[in-house]
C-alpha cells in the first residue's frame, strides 16, 4: 500500500461539510483509507485572492489505487460534490478541491499529474497542515523538510486554526 497525503480545501457554501463528506467518499470501495488528519485551517485564497477564505486541512492515507487512479478518484469525488471547473478562473472558488501532495516519496511528471504536486513548496495552506503530520519528511524533489520549506516561504499567506474534521 502507498501512503499519500492529500490536500483538501472548500470556500464555498458548507465548507466543513464538503470536506467531511470528500473524506468520507475517498473511502468508498476501500481503495483510501484515511489514517490521520491534520487540524482544519481557515486560510487566506492563494493566487486568486479576490474570493471568499477557504477551509483547509491534510489527510494522510493508505492507498492500493496507482497515483493516475487516485487522481481520478479524486476528480470524481470533487464532481459529485458539485465542483465546477469550466468557465471558473484558475484558482478560483470552489466547492470541494483534493489535490495529492505526496505518494510514498514517488516523482512523478505526467501530463495530468505531477508528485510532489509542483506548488505545495509555496503554500503556506499546505504546509502549516503538513507540519503537523510530517514535519521532518524530506520533500522528495528539494530534500528539504516541511518544515524548512514552511521556514523559507517569502510571503506566506494567514493561515488560522479553525477546529477539526470531525470525521
Not at 485572492?49 to 491534510?58: D, G, P, S
Not at 495529492?100 to 504536486?117: F, G, K
Request: aromatic share 8%; charged share 20%.
Amino acid at each position: 500500500m502507498a501512503v499519500v497525503y492529500l490536500s483538501l480545501g472548500s470556500n464555498i457554501g458548507d465548507r466543513v461539510g464538503y470536506i467531511q463528506q470528500a473524506v468520507k467518499l475517498l473511502q468508498v470501495g476501500g481503495n483510501v483509507n484515511p489514517v490521520r488528519f491534520s487540524t482544519l485551517y481557515e486560510t487566506e485564497p492563494w493566487g486568486n485572492k479576490h474570493q471568499e477564505w477557504f477551509l483547509n486541512a491534510v489527510v494522510e492515507a493508505k492507498t492500493i489505487l496507482s497515483p493516475v487512479e487516485l487522481l481520478h478518484h479524486c476528480q470524481d469525488i470533487e464532481q459529485k460534490l458539485g465542483r465546477v471547473r469550466e468557465g471558473v478562473p484558475h484558482w478560483g472558488q470552489r466547492t470541494v478541491d483534493i489535490d495529492i501532495l505526496l505518494y510514498n516519496n514517488d516523482i512523478i511528471d505526467l501530463p495530468e499529474l505531477t508528485i510532489p504536486h509542483k506548488h505545495m513548496h509555496k503554500r503556506a495552506f499546505v504546509l502549516v497542515p503538513l507540519l503537523e503530520l510530517i514535519p521532518l519528511f524530506k520533500h522528495p524533489v528539494t530534500g528539504k523538510t516541511m518544515s524548512e520549506l514552511h521556514d523559507e516561504l517569502a510571503q506566506p499567506e494567514d493561515v488560522f486554526l479553525y477546529g477539526t474534521i470531525g470525521v
